[in-house]
């Protein structure tokens, strides 16, 4: 993968990420957290919506599902961009900051999963939901580092010249 790919795509994860992490703290702010109780499914499937019975039985209202359930599936996609941008990290054959952020990023990316998962089980554990945002920090970190860190054409060592007006 060529660096300006790779850029592009660390751009569009950065921007995913931010997306998920703006909606995980809707979700947090209207107490939606645990409008799907279970994991990682919700309601014992993938698209409650499909199923009217359960939400009839909701104890939530259906804008707290849908919220959680935007939550869980921008992360499942987001997930796939994290872990895309690694690969692409690793494909340029460069070993820079962008790269190296890039690869710390999907390397947290199962941590994040298993924090988000425990987020729903251990039922909004005040250490838990912490960590799982740190880590949603760090990744975002790493992925903005990734998009914009690249300073010299890769290879070079040095800064690109001005062009001549």
Not at 15 to 44: E, H, N, Q
Not at 61 to 88: I, Y
Not at 107 to 128: E, K, S
Request: with cysteine.
């Amino acid at each position: 993968m060529n660096t300006a790919r790779f850029r592009r795509l660390a751009a569009v994860t950065a921007g995913s990420t931010f997306l998920l992490m703006c909606v995980g703290a809707y979700t947090k702010a209207i107490g939606a957290g645990l409008a799907c109780p279970d994991w990682p499914t919700c309601y014992g499937t993938w698209v409650p919506f499909l199923h009217p019975a359960v939400m009839a039985d909701a104890p939530f209202s259906p804008a707290q599902v849908f919220a959680e359930w935007l939550h869980r599936t921008l992360a499942a996609l987001t997930g796939l961009l994290v872990a895309a941008t690694g690969v692409g990290a690793w494909l340029t054959g460069e070993s820079g900051w962008p790269e190296r952020a890039a690869l710390a990023a999907a390397g947290l990316l199962p941590v994040q999963v298993l924090l988000g998962g425990l987020t729903v089980t251990a039922r909004l554990q005040p250490a838990v939901v912490t960590a799982h945002l740190a880590t949603a920090v760090l990744i975002f970190a790493g992925v903005v580092v990734a998009a914009v860190g690249r300073r010299t054409p890769p290879g070079t060592g040095r800064r690109p010249e001005a062009p001549n007006p």
